[in-house]
C-alpha cells in the first residue's frame, strides 16, 4: 500500500550551481570512495522539531511538509535550518502555497536546499511513487539531495532517502501524474522499494556535536 504525496520543491530554490566547480577537500574525497556523494549533517533535534511541528496535523490524519536548508562547507553538507511553508494538505498529499516566500528567505539568509521533509500519518516511512517523481526533481539538481519521511506512528519512526542513481532517468522520464505503478523495460512491476534506496552519505547528530545553530522557522 502507498501514500501519495503533491509536494513540489519551489521553483526558484536555490541549489549550489556548478556543483563539479565546488572543492572537494581530501577527507570529502576519501568519503566519496564510501558512497560517491558528499556527506550530509543531519541534526537529529530538527527531525524531532519538524514532528513536534507537525503534531496538529498528526491528529487530524493531514501530512505536513518542510524544506531542509543549510550551507556547504569543506565539501560538505550542513542541514540547519528547516523551513515550514503555508501549505494545505490531505492524508496523503501536501502542497506548498508560497514558494516565493521560500525562495526570498533562503535567498536572503544564504541558504541552500539539501532535500525535504514530509510526514505520513498512518504509513509506514518510505517513498511512494509520488514521492519518487517529487525526490528525483531535487536529485536532478544536486545529489546529495535527501528525502526524510517521518512516520511518529510507526517503527521506524523516521527513514532517509534518496532515489538509486539507476532509476533516475526512468523516472523523469515518466510523465504519470498522481499515484501510478512503474514497470520495467520487460513489463514486470515495480515496487516503490525498487526505485530507492536508504542514504548512506547522510550522518546524524547530536546537538551537542554540532558547532552551528539550528533552527525551525515558519514561512508563513
Known amino acids: ?8 520543491p519551489p521553483q526558484g530554490t536555490l541549489y549550489p550551481s556548478a556543483k563539479a566547480k565546488i572543492p572537494r577537500t581530501p577527507t570529502q574525497q576519501q568519503n566519496e570512495m564510501i558512497s560517491g556523494l558528499r556527506p550530509v549533517i543531519l541534526p537529529k533535534t530538527l527531525i524531532h522539531q519538524f514532528v513536534q511541528s507537525a503534531t496538529p496535523n498528526l491528529q487530524q490524519n493531514i501530512e505536513w511538509c518542510g524544506i531542509l536548508s543549510g550551507f556547504l562547507r569543506g565539501g560538505v553538507f550542513y542541514i540547519s535550518q528547516v523551513l515550514i511553508p503555508l501549505q494545505s494538505g490531505t492524508s496523503d498529499s501536501c502542497c506548498a502555497l508560497n514558494e516565493m516566500q521560500l525562495f526570498e528567505y533562503q535567498n536572503t539568509n544564504n541558504l541552500i536546499t539539501i532535500g525535504w521533509i514530509h510526514t505520513h500519518p ?28 517521518c512516520s511518529p506512528s510507526k517503527n521506524p519512526e523516521y527513514g532517509i532517502f534518496r532515489v538509486q542513481d539507476s532509476s533516475m532517468q526512468y523516472l523523469l522520464r515518466c510523465q504519470t501524474k498522481g499515484f501510478h505503478e512503474h514497470y520495467n523495460d520487460a513489463g514486470v512491476k ?24 539550528t533552527r525551525l522557522v515558519n514561512i508563513q
Not at 516503490?192 to 545553530?213: A, N, R, T, Y
Open 122 to 149: 498512518q504509513m509506514d516511512a518510505f517513498l511512494s511513487s509520488v514521492d519518487l517523481h517529487t525526490h528525483s526533481g531535487y536529485q536532478s539538481m544536486m545529489d546529495e539531495s535527501i528525502a526524510v519521511v
Open 1 to 8: 500500500v502507498s501514500t501519495q504525496s503533491t509536494w513540489v
Open 190 to 213: 515495480l515496487h516503490s522499494e525498487d526505485l530507492f534506496e536508504f542514504c548512506k552519505h547522510v550522518i546524524l547528530k547530536e546537538d551537542h556535536e554540532l558547532d552551528f545553530p
